[in-house]
């Protein structure tokens, strides 16, 4: 079956072939390209729009870099001054911002003093939103400790219908995008995320699918000499197949494809990635994350299957971002935007090619 890509289209230099899909700028916790404090922001942009993508996630730790360039740092003012430099960065290079992400630990919190501290940052955000020229922000799920946040559905959904809100009263309306994380407190699959998504029932409350997510929970685990859960086939074949028959893609903003690197031995104390504060899970997407098709560096969750569940099953068409987290983005080599902006390109070309992807003609 071939299928036509809704997204924009622009020629990939180096591949020959159209691509409509966004390089995810991780660039705090994790990104495709470098660290923010180790490769600048122009020089991915370059890059990203040199290997052919047409739009960036940006990820708020670049911006508030280039804030933090400004005379008194990261201000709310400052920031809004990057927001602007930004834009103009992206808009030179022909590149479209996707979403502004992440917006932590913002649901459930206890404390409700620190969600109405939380409710003015997202006030800072909607502007900085329309200032980059992008109608989404993404919201990964809670991962604060249990005495910090509730599991009270109730109170999560409230939460996030008032930021839905806010974001309805936008011009543009800004929308959401909600993203469960395998190592989330509470909402760490993808259907718990689709439940959330379903009660709040606004128009510009939505999911983003990411397939390290998605397999990171149910299928693999990085703690187990396997690197997987018991019975992780069958249960990731489950999970795959409720996704197609549950989740309207109406309601599917954007999706993330990555794989995983399988490790060669457990993520448990004494393993170099180990970090006694963070989950395995967690501590292995910050170090591990690799691109689509990378098998040969020990790629192994069944992200294709995944990745056509989304594509041909729930027939998403749209925004495709390469999201990669990686212990290599701390390389500080000038040439390190660069390569993982080409081993990008070359996912890309893997994915058209696996689905038969038809470009849309200019």
């Not at 072939?17 to 942009?45: F, N, S």
């Not at 003093?113 to 502007?127: C, F, N, P, T, Y």
Request: charged share 25%.
């Amino acid at each position: 079956m071939r299928r036509h890509v809704s997204a924009k289209q622009l020629t990939c230099g180096d591949h020959g072939l159209k691509m409509a899909i966004a390089v995810g700028m991780r660039i705090a916790l994790l990104d495709t390209q470098g660290r923010a404090w180790v490769h600048g922001l122009p020089h991915k942009l370059d890059e990203a729009a040199k290997y052919g993508f047409q739009g960036v996630e940006i990820f708020f730790e670049d911006l508030e870099y280039v804030a933090k360039t400004r005379s008194g740092g990261a201000t709310p003012q400052n920031q809004i001054a990057a927001a602007h430099t930004i834009r103009a960065l992206c808009d030179e290079r022909d590149l479209t911002v996707i979403g502004l992400q992440p917006f932590m630990h913002y649901e459930g919190l206890r404390d409700r003093d620190a969600h109405a501290q939380r409710i003015e940052k997202m006030k800072l955000w909607l502007q900085l939103a329309k200032i980059l020229g992008t109608t989404v922000i993404q919201i990964p799920s809670n991962f604060l400790p249990q005495s910090e946040i509730t599991k009270d559905i109730d109170s999560i959904v409230a939460d996030m219908v008032e930021v839905a809100e806010m974001g309805a009263q936008q011009t543009p309306v800004i929308n959401f995008a909600y993203e469960s994380l395998a190592w989330a407190t509470y909402i760490d699959t993808w259907d718990q995320c689709w439940d959330i998504v379903s009660r709040v029932d606004k128009p510009n409350f939505g999911i983003c699918l990411d397939t390290f997510n998605i397999a990171g929970r149910v299928y693999a685990d990085p703690a187990l000499q396997s690197g997987k859960t018991p019975n992780a086939d069958a249960e990731m074949q489950a999970s795959i197949e409720r996704l197609i028959k549950t989740v309207d893609v109406a309601k599917v903003f954007y999706v993330q494809v990555v794989d995983a690197e399988r490790l060669a031995e457990p993520l448990v104390d004494g393993h170099e990635y180990f970090d006694p504060a963070q989950p395995a899970r967690m501590s292995w997407s910050r170090n591990c994350r690799l691109f689509y098709g990378e098998e040969d560096r020990g790629a192994y969750l069944p992200c294709k299957e995944i990745t056509r569940a989304f594509l041909e099953g729930l027939g998403f068409e749209g925004w495709v971002s390469m999201e990669l987290f990686n212990r290599s983005m701390n390389d500080p080599s000038p040439s390190t935007p660069a390569e993982h902006a080409r081993r990008g390109a070359v996912a890309w070309a893997k994915i058209a090619r696996d689905f038969k992807l038809k470009a849309e003609q200019s």
